[in-house]
RNA sequence: CGGGGCGUAGCGCAGCCUGGUAGCGCAUCUGGUUUGGGACCAGAGGGUCAGGUGUUCGAAUCACCUCGCCCCGACCA
């Protein structure tokens, strides 16, 4: 390709609405423009990148045995009412009906449609297990896209649905995708951690996701510093340090104005772990549905309202209206465990507690003295609180947990029957009979993929893309506007183009600042530099992305760009 | 959905408070000079000032409404 011809508009300025890193460089680069909110045109630049990530996801999961297909964007709504998600799925899904009045949705995953086609197709047993996948468009409606590519509204995912006639198979299937996963992450260059994960809204049983790792991420991941124990802090289970609260005897407290936890500690000079917090939610989904209930966790913990609603078996809680909260006789700011008029719900590392600080239910009041035990009856204990740095991981006992932020880019799930069996997925099996098959399926956020590898791979001068995902391997930089340096500089880009390196050659009437600003910013990891200097001592500079210099003669430069892009490959 | 901010040329911004018919840098186009780290000179093109309604002799500027975008919140009661 030729630089001259090549679709690259480069921005000097930073877009002023792009806040991470991965989108700034994205739209100054000239790898992405913004078409409306969470929605993106891929540019040629960025377009090459795409698909250099596809390849390598196409290849390990062709390796591990998948199948790629393609499903529809558009799906009927009586797929999604079989399955059962047309109402539980929410505002995420895009509804829409056609000119004949029939309701459909843009699929934001497809477990649906690939159940849909199994049931018509599969019939036996032996055609199992299979794993399909497909790299297709998804689209969810995002409350708030934010951050480019990393949380779009449209984007481009990799998912697999594996069957099988039983769950061991499953299992094995599961475990083979978590190795594929981690060797497709490798050699995308990533730092990452596979964590164990609340399954959600998909259902099913174990669940991975994989993180990588950056501070930019949305989500908080905890990991043990002395075991291999990992997992999102939606699910995480942890050991608190101890706490020894004084058995006394219960007694009010004024507290005319402190409300918060903080405000309260800070009044009585108590240490914010003496204190118990009461969160009051309203129920979604479930057997509870519409319910209110009282959550208490410890003051210097944070209630993880995703362990709430899977011990209320709900889709989701959320907290509850001024209205609610007087119904179970309790006021804003002064909530407390004691004689309320719904379920109490307390952190299980509570179950002992004594001499703790809570709310009166009463305006301007506090209770202090509360024993868990003596004072409060019916009151059922869950795992609530959220794992915080330093808890005692309870896989090794051992080692203390440390957090870090992480961008989900891969998630895989053993989803059972969840799907398959009101698909109606059925199969004779080897006794003849019929049986509903298991599935899981496995997920990688391919565009996300990218927004990932930038926020790790670059510099103050731009993109570092490792080279096997660069948009071009090596650029060939023309200096100077001399009929030989042009002549020279054409030789060497025919002769990398001969040898199958994907490389363009900058032939731009532009000043070598301009030219080098802006292989550097797009990211290309070598650059060949031909200008009359070079030549004339027949030694041409070759300069990686990474400020490594070497030279070679007009002779030699095709082969030592060889030997360099290889070593980069290692590295 | 709640709070805050913003919307003026492709990008970054000024002008608005105190109304008088739109400007700067970069980018783009033409001509010339320049070519080992975002060159220089001269000239040029490009704007429904987000949209609507109103106030006014006159609105980018003031008021009201709508739309769009960004940030924060929607767990500490």
Redesign the pocket.
Same mark, same amino acid.
Request: negative net charge; hydrophobic residues 35%.
């Given at each position: 390709m030729r630089y001259s011809k090549l679709f690259s508009p480069?921005? $000097?300025? !930073?877009?002023? /609405?792009a806040?991470v890193v991965s989108h700034q460089l994205l739209l100054r680069a000239g790898f992405i423009r913004r078409v409306?909110?969470?929605i993106y045109d891929y540019l040629p630049l960025g377009l090459r990148v795409l698909r250099n990530v596809e390849r390598i996801v196409r290849e390990e999961m062709n390796r591990a045995g998948g199948q790629e297909l393609l499903m529809p964007m558009v799906q009927p709504s009586e797929f999604w009412q079989k399955s059962g998600r047309w109402e539980k799925y929410g505002p995420e899904l895009l509804r829409f009906k056609d000119r004949h009045g029939h309701e459909s949705c843009l699929g934001p995953t497809h477990e649906e449609v690939i159940c849909d086609l199994m049931s018509r197709e599969l019939r036996s047993y032996k055609q199992l297990p299979m794993n399909l996948y497909q790299v297709q468009n998804k689209f969810r409606d995002e409350? $708030?896209?934010? &951050?480019g590519l990393m949380r779009g509204r449209e984007f481009v995912m990799k998912d697999a649905y594996s069957f099988h006639a039983n769950d061991e198979c499953l299992a094995a299937e599961y475990q083979n995708m978590f190795e594929t996963y981690h060797r497709i992450f490798h050699r995308l260059g990533l730092k990452f951690r596979a964590v164990e994960a609340d399954n959600g809204s998909i259902g099913g049983s174990a669940s991975h996701e994989f993180h990588v790792l950056a501070d930019s991420g949305e989500d908080l991941i905890t990991h043990c510093s002395h075991c291999e124990y990992a997992a999102n802090v939606e699910k995480a289970v942890s050991k608190p340090q101890t706490y020894q609260g004084s058995d006394s005897s219960l007694t009010e407290v004024d507290t005319p104005y402190q !409300?918060?936890?903080?405000?309260?500690a800070a009044l009585l000079k108590v240490a914010t772990s003496s204190l118990l917090? !009461?969160?009051? &939610?309203h129920v979604d989904g479930g057997e509870n549905d519409g319910q209110v209930v009282a959550a208490c966790v410890r003051?210097s913990d944070?209630?993880?309202?995703i362990k709430l609603a899977r011990a209320l078996g709900a889709t989701e809680v959320?907290?509850?209206s001024?209205e609610e909260?007087a119904s179970i006789g309790t006021i !804003?700011? &002064?909530?407390g465990p004691m004689d309320l008029n719904c379920p109490v719900y307390i952190d299980a590392s509570l179950h002992d507690a004594v001499g703790l600080i809570a709310?009166a239910n009463k305006k301007g009041l506090h209770v202090s003295g509360l024993n868990i035990q003596r004072d409060l009856n019916n009151v059922i204990f869950a795992d609530l609180r959220?794992t915080q740095a330093g808890d005692t991981c309870v896989k090794c006992n051992i080692g203390l947990m440390e957090m870090s932020r992480g961008i989900e880019v891969g998630h895989i799930f053993e989803l059972g029957t969840t799907y398959s069996k009101p698909m109606d997925v059925l199969f004779q099996d080897e006794h003849g009979k019929r049986a509903v098959a298991t599935m899981g399926c496995y997920g990688i956020g391919v565009s996300r993929l990218m927004a990932a590898v930038v926020e790790q791979c670059h510099d103050d001068?731009g993109i570092t893309w490792p080279v096997n995902i660069a948009p071009f391997q090596a650029s060939v930089i023309t200096?100077?506007?001399s009929e030989t340096a042009f002549a020279a500089s054409e030789k060497v880009y025919q002769d990398l183009l001969q040898a199958g390196v994907d490389v363009v050659w900058d032939d731009r009437?532009?000043?070598?600042?301009?030219k &080098?600003?802006?292989a550097?910013?797009i990211g290309i990891p070598l650059r060949i530099?031909?200008? /009359? $200097?070079?030549l004339d001592n027949d030694a041409?500079?070759l300069?990686t992305r990474w400020g490594a210099v070497e030279e070679a003669s007009l002779a030699d430069v095709c082969q030592k760009a060889q030997h360099m892009l290889a070593d980069m490959q290692q590295g």
């Open positions: 480069t921005l $000097r300025d !930073t877009p002023a /609405d806040e409306t909110s969470g409350i $708030r896209p934010r &951050f !409300t918060a936890v903080e405000d309260v917090k !009461t969160l009051i &939610f003051g944070q209630l993880q309202d959320v907290l509850a001024a909260i !804003t700011g &002064f909530s709310g959220q001068a200096l100077g506007k009437k532009e000043s070598p600042g301009v &080098f600003k802006d550097e910013l530099i031909v200008g /009359d $200097r070079g041409l500079e300069k």
